[in-house]
């Protein structure tokens, strides 16, 4: 059995071996893709996404190339389970999001999706954060708390 860490890994990769435009991004390429954001009045936090996929090619070490495709780009939060009975719409799956995730979210809009996958089947589901909150069925607010 993976722990959450291990299981959050292993959902990334099954993503990005779809081959369907799914990209993980390095921390300078983090960097400039938040800064592109912010001139656009978009806020982004680097933990805040796992991936980003886009319809086009992208060198994101150029900031010019990352503006003039911004629109082609979906930021995307990976949330994993390896439940082996999971129904394939996700029912009964229970998720933490993060106040920095529904900021992003909030700011980014249409750019913005999570990725439920499940690591046994390897099936994943996407989904806006309206699409989230339309399909939920309980919200329950909590903090965590780091020393």
Same mark, same amino acid.
């Given at each position: #059995?993976? /722990?959450?860490?291990?299981?959050?890994?292993?959902?990334?990769?099954?993503?990005? /071996? $779809?081959?369907?435009?799914? =990209?993980?991004?390095? =921390?300078?390429?983090?960097?400039?893709?938040?800064?592109?954001?912010?001139?656009? /009045?978009?806020?982004? @936090?680097?933990?805040?996404?796992? +991936?980003?996929?886009?319809?086009?090619?992208?060198?994101?070490? &150029?900031?010019?190339?990352?503006?003039? &495709?911004?629109?082609?780009?979906?930021?995307?939060?990976?949330?994993?389970?390896?439940?082996?009975? #999971?129904?394939?719409?996700?029912?009964?799956?229970?998720?933490? +999001?993060?106040?920095?995730? +529904? +900021?992003?979210?909030?700011?980014?809009?249409? @750019?913005?999706?999570?990725?439920? !996958?499940?690591? !046994?089947?390897?099936?994943?589901?996407? #989904?806006?954060?309206?699409? !989230?909150?339309?399909?939920? $069925?309980?919200? @329950?607010?909590?903090?965590?708390?780091?020393?």
């Amino acid at each position: #059995m993976l /722990n959450e860490k291990q299981t959050a890994s292993k959902a990334v990769q099954i993503l990005l /071996n $779809k081959k369907q435009g799914f =990209r993980d991004l390095s =921390r300078e390429e983090k960097k400039n893709f938040a800064v592109v954001l912010a001139r656009n /009045n978009m806020i982004i @936090y680097g933990n805040a996404f796992d +991936l980003i996929r886009s319809k086009k090619e992208i060198d994101f070490t &150029n900031e010019f190339d990352i503006e003039k &495709n911004l629109k082609s780009i979906t930021v995307y939060e990976v949330k994993s389970t390896q439940q082996q009975n #999971m129904k394939k719409d996700f029912s009964g799956y229970f998720f933490d +999001l993060t106040t920095a995730e +529904l +900021l992003v979210a909030q700011s980014l809009k249409n @750019y913005f999706k999570f990725a439920f !996958v499940n690591t !046994v089947t390897k099936e994943y589901m996407e #989904m806006t954060l309206n699409q !989230v909150f339309a399909k939920s $069925k309980g919200i @329950y607010p909590k903090w965590a708390i780091r020393f």
